[in-house]
Nanobody, 122 residues
């Protein structure tokens, strides 16, 4: 089992950058595939980025390609989502999720953080 805690959200202006962190505790983080999801008000939760446990594969939603970068530091047991050139439509609650030995980005994630709010003003 792994516990996840997100941080780094906040209020920024369009064009700014933020880096979200997902700190893990518990089991060996190196064996976990990690995904970052977001949910805007009145909308469904969607996967925006993911990295497989080996680090060999990453996934980005079309809406964030070229602007967001997911990474994972197994020694620090932390995953990151670097968000550049933020837009008002990126406003959402961002949550990280993890699954042990998840084979792909759309694995069934069983472990979730509590979420962090990102608000981008125009």
């Amino acid at each position: 089992q792994v516990q996840l805690v997100e941080s780094g959200g906040g209020l920024v202006q369009a064009g700014d950058s933020l880096r979200l962190s997902c700190a893990a505790s518990g089991r060996t983080f190196a064996l976990y595939t990690v995904g970052w999801f977001r949910q805007a008000p009145g909308k469904e939760r969607v996967l925006v980025a993911a990295i497989t446990w080996s680090g060999a594969n990453t996934y980005y939603a079309d809406s964030v390609k070229g602007r967001f970068t997911i990474s994972k530091d197994n020694a620090k047991m932390t995953a990151y989502l670097q968000m550049n050139s933020l837009k008002p439509e990126d406003t959402a609650v961002y949550s990280c999720a993890a699954e042990r030995l998840g084979s792909s980005s759309n694995t069934n994630y069983n472990y979730w953080g509590q979420g962090t709010q990102v608000t981008v003003s125009s």
